[in-house]
């Protein structure tokens, strides 16, 4: 018995990174997946994003063990996508009882003041509007469900005011608020609704040569091992990041039953960041 059987997962962002841990993991226990990413370039975000040849990998990845998968190219700022996706969990597996609304992006760089308003809106779009969006399209289905686990996709930066990073913390802050609205509006229904906050995790938004610079601006051109320090500095345990794998665990477990009477939480996976004195 998989700790997730029966389930049906709805997993946006998942192409790569975090989406795509979860997806293999919630197969790996039983679960059938409906992976979503936007596979697709904005303006004004300096680092790659993922192709549509990542979130097949995903589609690979989750059939190696032996799970179940659609796919679909749907942005999360795209409602009739998404409500498309719903129907596709229905009409391949039967229902959906589970929500993970992991899609975001980074992409600004500097002072609030100094930032294109473009950047606020397409950060916000995905990162806030994105998730309600899926939120939306996704909760009529659990209450015919007969209830299920909504995991929203913080950040630490959404209980910590971070520089340069304005947009990106203000919508990481609004999923807070959502998470915490949610877990209030559909109690009854018996839906759950929390939220995860990741604090360095070792995906492509964070190991990338723009983000780097966030954190050794002393440096031109810092590299990989010249940040490592200033991220270990950060933890209390003895790692400069978690990986996207421990954020999937934790989804997992609030996606199961282990979890079932766990609602309105929020859990920092950061090696200890938030908490270091």
């Not at 995860?196 to 492509?204: D, M, R, S």
Request: charged share 20%; proline share 4%; glycine share 10%.
């Amino acid at each position: 018995m998989g700790r997730l059987d029966g389930k049906v997962a709805l997993v946006t962002g998942a192409a790569r990174g975090q989406g795509r841990a979860i997806a293999v993991r919630f197969a790996q226990e039983g679960a059938a997946v409906v992976a979503l990413d936007a596979c697709t370039t904005y303006d004004h975000i300096d680092y790659p994003l993922p192709t549509t040849e990542d979130l097949d990998e995903t589609a690979a990845l989750v059939k190696d063990v032996g799970g179940r998968i659609e796919t679909m190219v749907a942005d999360v700022r795209d409602e009739e996508a998404l409500e498309a996706a719903v129907r596709l969990a229905k009409d391949s597996f039967g229902s959906l009882t589970t929500v993970c609304a992991n899609a975001g992006i980074g992409g600004e760089r500097g002072k609030m003041w100094d930032t294109h308003e473009d950047v606020w809106r397409t950060v916000l779009d995905v990162n806030l509007l994105g998730v309600w969006k899926t939120v939306r399209a996704a909760v009529p289905a659990l209450i015919e469900a007969g209830g299920g686990s909504v995991v929203l996709t913080s950040s630490l930066a959404g209980i910590q005011g971070m520089r340069h990073t304005s947009a990106y913390v203000s919508a990481k802050h609004g999923v807070v608020g959502m998470t915490r609205a949610l877990a209030n509006e559909a109690g009854e229904f018996n839906i759950r609704a929390n939220a995860i906050l990741p604090g360095n995790t070792n995906t492509p938004l964070l190991n990338n040569k723009a983000t780097w610079r966030l954190f050794r601006p002393d440096l031109p051109e810092p590299t990989l091992e010249d940040v490592k320090g200033t991220m270990q500095d950060l933890a209390l345990l003895p790692t400069p990041w978690v990986e996207a794998e421990d954020i999937a665990n934790t989804a997992l477990w609030l996606a199961s039953d282990e979890s079932r009477f766990i609602t309105g939480v929020l859990i920092p996976v950061d090696a200890g960041w938030y908490v270091r004195t």
